[in-house]
């Protein structure tokens, strides 16, 4: 008797181990979370064995996010899965994040998705570095000194000017129309940036395949780094794509790639490889020795962040431009003024303070990318009297920050008479592109509709885009 209930409490115990072998992962990962969770961390909301915070975040997550720092302060801590998050939501904590501990917290936390880590080529992207090395110094002084210097800046004057009145051109043509801002927007500030980095145009209005092509790119690309990834929270999963978010982000570079491979095969043909007295970006890269995956990699991160944010942030403006048509008649009238009537130059807008101060207060209400870079602490530190520990990802809620009623009277209005028109502009396409749309075209909403009556929702992405798009008819200015 003794025998066979031995017997069977063995066959039963043989039985069960594969199903003690599946659980063997999730039982370490619970114990590492209990382990790692510490006094010192920031306050924040209970976090579940497991899963921590997740289920507590939604679709909203820079909403979400502001939420967390009314109940447990402007610096908060979250658990998402075995990632640890802290969030500063306060001015204060922004400054200690992005300042005092600027060199600790320098490095990024590298979504799975990037195509930088599917290719090998994290050492060739400036947004998303996993440690500030020397190679990232020299790439982000090379992008400062080629692009984003005063001297650069000025230098691709005439060619912002060209670009724009093309667009007012199209634009006319579309008189009595209805037109979506975000797609004009996108064409604007990609074939700006296009030029600077390669000397061409990337798409017109005219090829809508092209358009539609590049446009899709954009938005995978975007999307899939903006989707909450169960391979970025439980690194044990990253080999299994189990949303399917790294072949999107795959299939979307190999696209891109083909784009760019004609383009650099006839400059590297030409050029040979060597700088000469007059050349763009791409000749730079050539001649410093990319490879056509790198320079995919970085023209491909600079062209998204550049063109989304700016077509993103100048739908935003006009929306909320057209609800304050106070605001709208301020503008006009200092056009009117300050400017030719029959053309609009990159130098005027120094002669412009109140429309730089709309695109701030824009630019407060609606940051196109709520919260910055994800940052990526090399080593713990002490951030208002908390412990960040080592690999924990840090973020800054700039959406947060600019509607913080401890800093803002009336925070959720639009007041462009709160910006100090006086800061200088360190981008001029944004204000271009606005001041062309005002100053040469009127603007109507379909149907007739009440200004006040525009939607203002927003979805949450990389960068907050306005849904539904904003669609108005333009009508020419004499």
Not at 45 to 70: E, S, T, V
Not at 189 to 198: D, E, G, M, T
Not at 199 to 211: I, M, N, P, R, Y
Not at 236 to 245: A, E, S
């Amino acid at each position: 008797m003794i025998k066979s209930l031995a017997q069977t409490a063995l066959i039963e115990g043989a039985s069960l181990l594969p199903s003690i072998l599946l659980l063997l992962p999730l039982i370490f990962l619970i114990l590492k979370h209990l382990k790692a969770k510490s006094p010192s961390l920031p306050p924040g909301p209970y976090p579940w064995p497991l899963i921590g915070n997740i289920h507590q975040i939604g679709k909203q997550r820079h909403i979400a996010m502001a939420d967390f720092a009314r109940s447990y302060g402007p610096l908060f801590s979250l658990r998402l899965g075995t990632q640890t998050l802290v969030v500063g939501s306060s001015a204060a904590a922004a400054r200690e994040i992005l300042n005092s501990y600027d060199r600790i917290l320098c490095a990024r936390c590298v979504p799975r998705v990037i195509p930088c880590t599917i290719t090998g080529s994290n050492r060739s992207t400036v947004a998303w570095s996993l440690e500030c090395d020397d190679r990232w110094k020299y790439l982000l002084t090379m992008c400062r000194t080629q692009l984003f210097s005063g001297k650069a800046i000025e230098s691709q004057a005439c060619l912002r000017e060209k670009k724009l009145m093309e667009v007012v051109m199209f634009l006319s043509t579309m008189e009595g129309k209805v037109v979506k801002l975000k797609d004009v927007g996108f064409v604007a500030a990609l074939n700006i940036i296009s030029n600077a980095l390669l000397s061409k145009d990337h798409v017109t209005f005219e090829d809508e395949k092209a358009l539609a092509m590049m446009g899709e790119i954009f938005k995978t690309t975007l999307e899939v780094m903006s989707t909450p990834n169960l391979s970025d929270y439980y690194p044990i999963l990253g080999g299994l794509d189990l949303q399917r978010l790294k072949k999107r982000s795959v299939i979307s570079y190999v696209k891109f790639c083909s784009i760019l491979k004609p383009i650099i095969k006839e400059r590297r043909e030409r050029k040979g490889g060597h700088a000469t007295s007059q050349q763009d970006f791409l000749d730079t890269l050539i001649s410093d020795g990319f490879t056509d995956d790198q320079i995919n990699i970085l023209l491909l991160e600079l062209l998204v962040a550049g063109t989304d944010s700016s077509s993103v942030t100048v739908e935003w403006a006009m929306a909320e431009l057209i609800r304050s048509p106070e605001s709208l008649k301020k503008i006009r009238e200092e056009l009117t003024t300050e400017i030719n009537q029959n053309m609009l130059k990159d130098s005027d807008l120094r002669k412009l303070p109140y429309l730089q101060a709309c695109l701030k207060e824009t630019l407060r209400l609606h940051p196109p990318g709520p919260f910055l870079l994800p940052h990526l602490a090399v080593e713990s530190c002490k951030v208002m009297n908390y412990t960040i520990p080592k690999d924990a990802q840090v973020l800054v809620n700039a959406w947060a920050i600019g509607r913080d009623p401890m800093s803002w009277e009336d925070p959720l209005v639009f007041k462009p008479e709160r910006i100090c028109p006086g800061l200088p502009m360190a981008v001029k396409l944004i204000p271009l592109v606005l001041a062309s749309w005002i100053h040469f075209f009127d603007w109507s909403l379909p149907n007739g509709g009440d200004p006040k009556d525009i939607d203002m929702s927003e979805k949450y992405g990389t960068n907050i885009r306005k849904e539904p798009p904003l669609l108005l008819i333009p009508k020419g200015r004499k």
